[in-house]
């Protein structure tokens, strides 16, 4: 199932009705190869973002979760990524109005793994209760769009990572979206899915989207490394990327304030950095010092057929 999906995706956006059963092999352009046993088992942290898996390298995120186990060259994935950290008050100082102008919705890997299924179990259920209370207001706000209280985002995309079986599904609460177009993301970073970069500047260039609003799963990241990519690859064309808490979700254990304790987060960010703060703290910090704009939950405009 995950090669014949991950076939369907050379030609860009994958439509739901375009993806075919069977046993075929594909890949995407010349940085993914995906195997039948891919993802057997959730990755684990790691400083340098690779793990061995069965004879092949694997690509995760630096320090945080990951949602691969494609076969990725190193060049073009797994490049380690430095950061200046700025302070709370650098951010705030340095922080951008969001624009007027058309948004757009990104909503990343709202998929049955990270609530309930293979990566869920790995971590432990009640690890992901974040995730789904997550899910269960991205749910709510999606009624809203579709009730007519809010006006909708002039467009909407859907990321999935490819996982076989079940765990490749939207989480049950978000279902209404299985016809959403989607990408299929090889790494963290949303970027590097083939029809993405395409999606983004047709919705800049034709659309006049000024903001993308960002939600999904994990905070700590695929939505922290995939909002940094998307600001500094369209900062200039105008766009401001806004990740909304209140649709994002992480694991239990990354919301406590011990990143020091971590020694792969005190690599990554420094022993100072992680004091008295969450991996959830330090991926918004990140974020923040990347021009994303991070707010606890984004103002959607009223609908124009809503009674004062």
């Known amino acids: 199932m995950v090669r014949a999906l991950v076939k369907a995706r050379l030609s860009g956006i994958t439509h739901r009705n375009s993806i075919r059963k069977g046993g075929v092999t594909g890949k995407t352009g010349e940085y993914l190869s995906v195997s039948v046993t ?10 340098d973002g690779v793990r061995e898996r069965g004879g092949k390298r694997s690509v995760g995120g630096v320090g945080q979760e990951g949602c691969t186990g494609a076969k990725v060259p190193l060049g073009k994935v797994a490049r380690r990524v430095c950061f200046t950290m700025s302070s709370d008050k650098d951010v705030e100082r340095g922080s951008k ?4 102008g058309r948004e757009a919705l990104l909503l990343i890997d709202l998929q049955r793994a ?4 293979s990566w869920a179990q790995w971590f432990g259920v009640d690890q992901c209760e974040p995730i789904r209370q997550a899910i269960s207001r991205t749910h709510k706000l999606l009624l809203r769009f579709q009730d007519g209280t809010l006006a909708p985002p002039s467009m ?3 990321t999935r990572c490819p996982y076989s079986g079940s765990d490749f599904k939207l989480d049950y609460e978000v279902s209404c ?12 970073n949303v970027m590097l899915a083939e029809g993405f970069h395409a999606w983004m500047l047709s919705a800049i260039q034709t659309k006049g989207i000024k903001t993308l609003v ?5 905070t700590t990241s695929c939505v922290r490394v995939s909002s940094a990519a998307v600001q500094k690859e369209f900062a200039n064309q105008g766009l401001q990327v806004v990740v909304d808490l209140s649709l994002c979700g992480a694991r239990e254990d990354n919301y406590l304030p011990t990143a020091d304790l971590d020694p792969v987060l005190r690599k990554i960010y420094g022993e100072e950095a992680c004091k ?5 703290d330090l991926a918004v910090l990140q974020m923040r010092s990347a021009g994303v704009q991070v707010v606890e939950s984004y103002t959607w405009k009223q609908s124009s057929h809503t009674s004062p």
């Open 38 to 47: 891919w993802h057997s088992a959730p990755l684990l942290e790691s400083g």
């Open 114 to 117: 990270f609530t309930t299924g």
């Open 97 to 100: 109005a969001i624009p007027e």
């Open 214 to 218: 960002v939600g999904g799963c994990t």
């Open 276 to 280: 008295g703060r969450s991996a959830v």
């Open 156 to 158: 909407m995309l859907t």
């Open 177 to 188: 979206l299985e016809d959403t177009p989607f990408v299929i993301k090889p790494s963290t």
